[in-house]
């Protein structure tokens, strides 16, 4: 299975900071990479899929990086409604697995 | 648009097989792959495998020997069985429409999940 790796496991910020979050596979998985936001008791939602591609309906501030192993997730200036938990899913090979997520505080 | 709904009993006994279902609305359940993934307590997402609605199957191996997913077009659901169930499969459990090919494989749009408990 290819092992996904988020850093940091949690972050605390402020609204109108820049935050990255970090995603590293155990081994190239070109650009199948996926992003998704989850809300306390809420389903998973998509943001980015293919590295970098914005899903529909997702604001501009959010965007994605990245090629082989390591990828990043951006958020230009946090907004309060972006106070959740991210995690990133790798679809190049299965098992797809999921890294073990970032949550995002208000500091 | 489409919306997915999971059902199925939210206590389930050691040993015994759990059933879900997930029905698809606003759409047809035909020309898409549907997949299950469940999240542990306080844990991560772990995909449990997808189906099609031609009949393809593809299971996370670790749980290869207990699940079996199918779908019935007609009613446009599809479903989950995991078999000889223990503590470890207390999780919320997910259904979603994906791996969507054109998106590298992403999940676009998902149930809001039903909470499964093991115990006796």
């Known amino acids: 299975d290819i092992q996904m790796t988020q850093s940091p496991s949690s972050l605390s910020a402020s609204v109108g900071d820049r935050v990255t979050i970090t995603c590293r596979a155990s081994?190239?998985?070109?650009?199948?990479l996926i992003w998704y936001q989850q809300k306390p008791g809420k389903a998973p939602k998509l943001l980015i899929y293919?590295?970098?591609s914005l899903q529909s309906g997702v604001p501009s501030r959010f965007s994605g990086s990245g090629s082989g192993t390591d990828f990043t997730l951006t958020i230009s200036s946090l907004q309060p409604e972006d106070f959740a938990t991210y995690s990133c899913q790798q679809t190049y090979s299965t098992p797809y697995t999921f890294g073990q997520g970032t949550k995002l505080e208000i500091k | 648009q489409v919306q997915l709904q999971e059902s199925g009993p939210g206590l389930v006994k050691p040993s015994e097989t759990l059933s879900l279902t997930c029905s698809v609305s606003g759409g047809s359940i035909s020309s898409y792959y549907w997949s299950w993934i469940r999240q542990p307590p306080g844990k991560g997402l772990e995909w449990l495998g997808y189906l099609h609605y031609s009949g393809t199957t593809n299971y996370r191996p670790s749980l290869k020997s207990r699940v079996t997913m199918s779908l019935d077009t007609s009613n446009n659901q599809f479903f989950l069985r995991l078999s000889s169930v223990t503590a470890a499969d207390t999780a919320v459990y997910y259904c979603?429409?994906?791996?969507?090919?054109?998106?590298?494989?992403?999940?676009?749009?998902w149930g809001q999940g039903t909470a499964v408990t093991v115990s006796s």
């Open positions: 979603a429409r994906g791996p969507i090919t054109n998106w590298r494989g992403a999940f676009d749009i």
């Open positions: 081994q190239s998985i070109s650009n199948y």
């Open positions: 293919a590295t970098s």
